[in-house]
């Protein structure tokens, strides 16, 4: 089975100040160690799509277009671009007739059909978490309800629920803007999500528009992603104890920038986000004894490796697994995909990808 790892992005050389130097500006209180939080890295909705990517490239040959980035991480988008992925912003960019795939943040009613009217081959990776709510918004829409969408304006997910119902639906931000919500009848709201947002930020925004509207309907079943909830839960357990939290992601993942606010929330001294190891600053390290380490759940885990290793240089070659959840979601590669694979007498999709697992 292809793997997205098996490439490697060039790195930036750092001049960097020894170890010795490092402990010398700022002696460490106790021995060094490092607290890894598990679960982390890729969820199962990332490794659909991913995958989805690579066995496109496979039986199709490249190119193969992809309508966004497939998931927010440089690494990945880099490495599936050296195998012969295409990145575009939008259709009209895809030649007539192409394949085309949408990425797993979803997109919009007018997004398929603008590919249909390229008559554009389709595969659709939207990960199944963001179609549910993409469902409920349609169903909710039917029933003539407001839809309130919490959620950030100009992300790719909350791009795609929205367009499903647009006349229903308006995005709140963040609690701050609940007193600017209006709606036709109070009696009638509902509140969905964005997967990836910080689950306190959400509840307390849900709580706010409680307050306002009473009668404010709760989605059928919890909106934001079991990994982005696990993730956050295994940085809280880290925080404090920590000094400093790198959270491995790229900045336009929703969810790795979460981790990192949710390390600060819960009382890590320090908390930075890095794409990769070799933006670690040494300097972080002065005065700190334990440093908790996580990723988002877009990042492969040779990237966390890379991290660990570069710690190890430092003196922090004591690792301890702090587990809080065991993962084992998997997710059928899409429909379209599944079909000329098993034509082709591939049945690798029935494992339905390489699992979101805490360890790999």
């Not at 349609?138 to 367009?163: C, M, N, P, Q, W």
């Not at 929703?254 to 009382?267: C, D, F, I, P, T």
């Not at 429909?335 to 029935?350: M, Y």
């Amino acid at each position: 089975m292809p793997t997205t790892v098996a490439l490697s992005m060039p790195t930036v050389p750092r001049q960097r100040r020894s170890p010795a130097d490092v402990a010398a500006a700022a002696p460490v209180d106790g021995p060094k160690k490092v607290l890894l939080a598990s679960p982390r890295g890729y969820c199962a909705g990332v490794d659909r799509a991913v995958i989805a990517v690579e066995k496109a490239l496979e039986h199709y040959g490249a190119p193969v277009y992809v309508r966004k980035e497939i998931v927010h991480n440089k690494f990945v988008v880099g490495t599936l671009e050296e195998q012969g992925a295409v990145f575009v912003d939008e259709t009209d960019e895809v030649p007539e007739g192409s394949l085309l795939i949408f990425s797993a943040h979803g997109v919009s009613p007018a997004v398929v059909r603008s590919a249909e009217d390229r008559q554009l081959r389709t595969i659709d990776a939207t990960c199944p978490l963001v179609t549910k709510v993409h469902r409920e918004a349609v169903r909710f829409a039917k029933s003539d309800y407001d839809i309130l969408l919490i959620g950030h304006d100009g992300h790719e997910e909350v791009e795609g629920t929205s367009g499903e119902a647009p006349e229903h639906i308006q995005v709140v931000n963040s609690p701050d803007e609940v007193d600017r919500v209006v709606v036709r009848d109070p009696e009638k709201v509902v509140w969905l999500s964005q997967t990836t947002l910080s689950v306190d930020e959400t509840l307390e925004t849900v709580q706010r528009l409680r307050e306002r509207f009473p009668s404010l309907q709760d989605p059928p079943s919890d909106d934001i992603c079991y990994a982005t909830s696990n993730r956050q839960t295994a940085i809280k357990k880290i925080a404090p104890d920590a000094d400093l939290v790198i959270v491995v992601g790229s900045a336009n993942s929703s969810n790795s920038v979460r981790l990192k606010e949710v390390a600060l929330e819960y009382g890590a001294r320090r908390a930075e986000r890095v794409d990769f190891a070799h933006q670690v600053d040494e300097a972080w390290f002065e005065g700190v004894a334990t440093v908790g380490v996580t990723s988002g759940a877009s990042v492969p885990e040779v990237l966390v490796q890379d991290v660990l290793r570069l710690l190890a240089d430092y003196g922090y070659g004591e690792v301890e697994q702090v587990v809080t959840a065991e993962e084992d979601v998997l997710f059928s590669l899409p429909k379209e995909l599944r079909a000329r694979l098993t034509a082709a007498g591939d049945t690798s999709h029935r494992l339905g990808g390489r699992g979101a697992r805490p360890t790999r």
